[in-house]
């Protein structure tokens, strides 16, 4: 079985950084795109970063020159370095992948199960 485990959420103040972390375990075959999204209280979850297997990225404007996002591809992991944290990162983050499973013949998307980042001021 397939699952994304997140990890690296926490609290921090304003200005400060954060790293998360997420990796594919279970039967994996080949992993397409990944990326990061969250969600805030009261609103939808969004998209914070993307990136192909070839390293392409793709940024919120919210986040674009705070943020990065890197994959490992041997370890099937993928990062979100975020600096200069703001009270408006504050969300629940989750890992994204297009996976490939053994044994089937589609890419399906997996969700890790959340992360809690918190941003005072």
């Known amino acids: 079985q397939v699952q994304l485990v997140e990890s690296g959420g926490g609290l921090v103040q304003a200005g400060e950084s954060l790293r998360l972390s997420c990796a594919a375990t279970g039967s994996v075959f080949n992993i397409n795109r990944m990326g990061w999204y969250r969600q805030a209280p009261g609103k939808q979850r969004e998209l914070v970063a993307t990136?192909?297997?070839?390293?392409?990225?793709n940024y919120a404007d919210s986040v674009k020159a705070r943020f990065t996002i890197s994959r490992d591809n041997a370890k099937k992991t993928v990062s979100l370095q975020m600096n200069s944290l703001k009270p408006e990162d504050t969300a629940v983050y989750y890992c994204?992948?297009?996976?490939?499973?053994?044994?089937?013949?589609?890419?399906?998307?997996?969700w890790g199960q959340g992360t809690q980042v918190t941003v005072s001021s």
């Open positions: 994204n992948a297009d996976i490939l499973e053994s044994g089937r013949g589609w890419y399906k998307p997996y």
């Open positions: 990136i192909t297997t070839g390293g392409s990225t």
